[in-house]
């Protein structure tokens, strides 16, 4: 059994009592995570962004600004 499954048994088998709690538990988590992610994510994307960005044409385009 994989651990999802796991929490999912766990979670089954809790009091509706502390289902909210938990979900807010969860949620917390994901958002404390979030700016991790979204780094990872620009890291990815800067160089494939830099060959449109940093080009002559760009310069030209964005001279006067």
Request: proline letters at 3%; glycine letters at 0%; zero cysteines.
């Amino acid at each position: 059994m994989d651990t999802r499954q796991l929490l999912r048994k766990e979670i089954e088998t809790i009091p509706d009592t502390l289902v909210e709690e938990i979900l807010r538990f969860v949620k917390a988590l994901k958002e404390r995570n979030l700016p991790t992610l979204s780094r990872e994510l620009l890291d990815a994307s800067e160089s494939a962004l830099a060959r449109d960005w940093l080009s002559e044409e760009e310069d030209i385009a964005w001279k006067n600004l």
